[in-house]
Protein backbone atom coordinates (compact mmCIF):
# COMPACT_ATOMS: atom_id res chain seq x y z
CA UNK A 1 0.00 0.00 0.00
CA UNK A 2 1.66 3.39 -0.62
CA UNK A 3 1.57 5.69 1.73
CA UNK A 4 -0.22 9.57 1.42
CA UNK A 5 1.88 12.65 0.87
CA UNK A 6 0.25 15.77 2.29
CA UNK A 7 1.42 19.38 2.92
CA UNK A 8 1.88 20.32 6.29
CA UNK A 9 1.79 24.06 6.94
CA UNK A 10 2.59 25.79 10.24
CA UNK A 11 2.91 29.37 11.31
CA UNK A 12 6.42 30.98 10.12
CA UNK A 13 7.39 27.46 8.87
CA UNK A 14 8.41 26.58 4.84
CA UNK A 15 5.65 23.80 3.44
CA UNK A 16 7.31 20.67 3.70
CA UNK A 17 5.70 17.25 2.51
CA UNK A 18 5.16 14.65 5.08
CA UNK A 19 3.95 11.67 5.78
CA UNK A 20 0.75 10.75 8.21
CA UNK A 21 3.31 9.93 10.63
CA UNK A 22 4.21 13.69 10.96
CA UNK A 23 0.98 15.45 11.18
CA UNK A 24 0.63 14.98 15.14
CA UNK A 25 2.31 18.14 15.65
CA UNK A 26 -0.47 20.66 15.46
CA UNK A 27 -0.06 21.44 11.77
CA UNK A 28 -2.50 22.44 9.50
CA UNK A 29 -2.51 19.60 7.04
CA UNK A 30 -4.28 19.84 3.26
CA UNK A 31 -3.43 16.90 0.97
CA UNK A 32 -1.24 17.38 -1.94
CA UNK A 33 -2.63 16.89 -5.60
CA UNK A 34 -1.10 16.19 -8.93
CA UNK A 35 -2.82 17.11 -11.93
CA UNK A 36 -1.81 16.58 -15.38
CA UNK A 37 -3.00 17.12 -19.43
CA UNK A 38 -1.53 16.27 -22.50
CA UNK A 39 -2.60 18.80 -25.33
CA UNK A 40 -1.85 19.03 -28.37
CA UNK A 41 -0.79 21.80 -31.15
CA UNK A 42 -1.01 21.85 -34.76
CA UNK A 43 2.47 24.00 -36.49
CA UNK A 44 2.63 25.09 -40.07
CA UNK A 45 6.43 25.76 -40.52
CA UNK A 46 9.27 27.52 -38.16
CA UNK A 47 7.47 30.38 -35.68
CA UNK A 48 6.15 30.36 -31.93
CA UNK A 49 2.87 29.93 -31.47
CA UNK A 50 1.25 31.16 -28.33
CA UNK A 51 0.01 28.62 -25.99
CA UNK A 52 -1.07 31.27 -22.81
CA UNK A 53 -4.84 30.89 -22.71
CA UNK A 54 -4.88 27.26 -23.10
CA UNK A 55 -2.14 26.44 -20.46
CA UNK A 56 -4.42 29.26 -18.41
CA UNK A 57 -7.43 27.44 -18.93
CA UNK A 58 -6.01 24.20 -17.68
CA UNK A 59 -4.94 25.86 -14.70
CA UNK A 60 -8.35 27.64 -13.35
CA UNK A 61 -10.34 24.36 -14.29
CA UNK A 62 -7.99 22.36 -11.60
CA UNK A 63 -9.46 24.83 -9.03
CA UNK A 64 -5.86 24.93 -7.64
CA UNK A 65 -5.11 27.99 -5.66
CA UNK A 66 -1.06 27.71 -4.99
CA UNK A 67 1.26 25.03 -6.88
CA UNK A 68 4.06 24.67 -9.46
CA UNK A 69 2.88 24.32 -13.07
CA UNK A 70 5.20 22.37 -15.26
CA UNK A 71 5.01 22.93 -18.89
CA UNK A 72 7.09 19.60 -21.18
CA UNK A 73 6.71 19.42 -24.99
CA UNK A 74 7.37 15.89 -26.04
CA UNK A 75 9.34 15.97 -28.72
CA UNK A 76 13.35 17.18 -29.84
CA UNK A 77 12.94 19.66 -32.67
CA UNK A 78 10.78 22.17 -30.81
CA UNK A 79 11.02 24.03 -28.03
CA UNK A 80 9.60 26.15 -24.88
CA UNK A 81 10.02 29.89 -24.46
CA UNK A 82 8.46 32.42 -21.64
CA UNK A 83 8.29 35.64 -23.48
CA UNK A 84 6.71 39.25 -24.86
CA UNK A 85 3.68 38.66 -26.02
CA UNK A 86 2.83 42.34 -26.46
CA UNK A 87 4.96 43.33 -29.91
CA UNK A 88 4.76 40.59 -32.73
CA UNK A 89 7.87 42.24 -33.95
CA UNK A 90 9.61 40.19 -30.73
CA UNK A 91 8.36 36.87 -32.31
CA UNK A 92 9.30 37.42 -36.00
CA UNK A 93 13.24 39.00 -34.44
CA UNK A 94 13.51 35.70 -32.35
CA UNK A 95 12.76 33.62 -35.20
CA UNK A 96 14.97 35.77 -37.40
CA UNK A 97 17.83 35.31 -34.75
CA UNK A 98 17.70 31.86 -34.81
CA UNK A 99 17.36 31.32 -38.39
CA UNK A 100 20.68 33.58 -38.69
CA UNK A 101 22.44 31.41 -35.57
CA UNK A 102 21.60 28.22 -36.95
CA UNK A 103 20.94 28.10 -40.75
CA UNK A 104 19.24 24.77 -42.52
CA UNK A 105 22.16 21.96 -43.42
CA UNK A 106 22.35 22.81 -46.78
CA UNK A 107 23.65 26.04 -46.01
CA UNK A 108 27.58 26.05 -46.78
CA UNK A 109 28.23 27.34 -42.96
CA UNK A 110 27.01 24.45 -41.68
CA UNK A 111 28.42 21.35 -43.64
CA UNK A 112 30.29 19.74 -40.67
CA UNK A 113 26.59 18.47 -40.02
CA UNK A 114 26.64 14.24 -40.44
CA UNK A 115 22.50 14.09 -39.76
CA UNK A 116 21.11 14.77 -42.49
CA UNK A 117 18.55 11.90 -43.60
CA UNK A 118 15.21 13.53 -42.34
CA UNK A 119 16.14 16.83 -44.39
CA UNK A 120 18.20 20.02 -44.27
CA UNK A 121 15.99 21.47 -41.08
CA UNK A 122 16.30 18.16 -38.68
CA UNK A 123 19.14 18.48 -37.54
CA UNK A 124 19.13 22.53 -36.80
CA UNK A 125 15.94 21.91 -35.51
CA UNK A 126 17.87 19.41 -32.57
CA UNK A 127 20.45 22.31 -31.98
CA UNK A 128 17.85 25.09 -31.41
CA UNK A 129 15.79 23.05 -29.24
CA UNK A 130 19.04 22.34 -27.25
CA UNK A 131 19.72 26.15 -27.15
CA UNK A 132 16.29 26.29 -25.34
CA UNK A 133 14.07 24.80 -23.22
CA UNK A 134 11.76 21.80 -23.65
CA UNK A 135 10.26 22.57 -20.03
CA UNK A 136 9.46 25.42 -18.28
CA UNK A 137 8.22 25.69 -14.59
CA UNK A 138 5.84 28.25 -13.75
CA UNK A 139 4.50 29.28 -10.22
CA UNK A 140 0.85 29.06 -9.44
CA UNK A 141 -0.50 31.76 -6.44
CA UNK A 142 -4.30 32.81 -6.60
CA UNK A 143 -5.35 29.88 -9.36
CA UNK A 144 -3.63 31.68 -11.93
CA UNK A 145 0.27 31.40 -13.30
CA UNK A 146 2.66 33.64 -12.09
CA UNK A 147 3.62 35.12 -15.20
CA UNK A 148 4.51 39.25 -15.83
CA UNK A 149 2.30 41.56 -17.46
CA UNK A 150 3.80 40.99 -21.32
CA UNK A 151 4.79 37.35 -20.58
CA UNK A 152 3.57 34.63 -22.62
CA UNK A 153 4.05 30.72 -23.39
CA UNK A 154 4.87 29.98 -26.49
CA UNK A 155 5.99 26.52 -28.48
CA UNK A 156 9.13 27.33 -30.50
CA UNK A 157 8.60 25.08 -33.72
CA UNK A 158 12.23 24.59 -35.30
CA UNK A 159 10.70 22.14 -38.28
CA UNK A 160 9.82 23.44 -41.92
CA UNK A 161 6.89 21.56 -42.52
CA UNK A 162 3.79 21.47 -40.49
CA UNK A 163 3.97 18.80 -37.29
CA UNK A 164 1.09 17.98 -34.64
CA UNK A 165 2.92 18.44 -31.22
CA UNK A 166 2.36 17.19 -27.66
CA UNK A 167 2.54 19.51 -24.47
CA UNK A 168 2.25 17.97 -21.33
CA UNK A 169 1.23 20.07 -18.55
CA UNK A 170 1.41 18.96 -15.14
CA UNK A 171 0.16 21.17 -12.20
CA UNK A 172 1.60 19.74 -8.29
CA UNK A 173 -0.76 21.78 -5.83
Not at 68 to 75: D, E, G, I, K, P
Not at 100 to 105: D, I, S
Request: overall charge positive.
Amino acid sequence: MEAAHYLAVAPGLQHNVVTPRALFNGRQVMKRKNMQKIMTRMTSGPGLYELTDEIEAFVGNTRSDMGLLTVFVRHTSCSLLIQENADPDVRRDLDAFFRRLVPPADDPSMRWIVHTTEGPDDMPAHIKAALTQTSLGIPVASGRMVLGTWQGIYLFEHRARPHRREIVLHLSA
